[in-house]
């Protein structure tokens, strides 16, 4: 199935936080991880990121990387410089207060079907 980001915000439950010009984006896969260092390494282009980290840096990642979109987890909310950033690189974020393994499982089971 393809799978953009607002589907999936509407199926999980999503709360967007920002980049919102970009829920139109294909996600094709995900990669969850706390650890920028892992991220930049193991991620691909048009991955949803699954994280608890909140910082401004996880932005510069994302773009980087090029993924579809950042997800906080167990309720994280971004700090002010994420928002921020998130707006002027386009890059959706989105909030939700299931953990990350749930995440995970529900967009596995999305995409795969």
Known sequence: MKMN??????KLGL?????EDGLNRE???GYVGDL??????NSKKNDVWITCQSHPNII???AL???AGIILVLG????????????REGIPLLVTTLSGFEVVGRIYNLIKT
Do not use: C, F, Y
């Open 5 to 10: 980001l607002a589907i999936l915000s509407e």
């Open 15 to 19: 709360e967007v936080r920002g980049g």
């Open 27 to 29: 996600v094709s896969g």
């Open 36 to 41: 920028l260092s892992d991220v930049m390494a």
């Open 60 to 62: 510069a990642v994302s």
């Open 65 to 67: 990387k090029e993924h």
């Open 76 to 87: 994280k909310e971004p700090e002010r410089d994420t928002l921020e950033n998130a707006s």
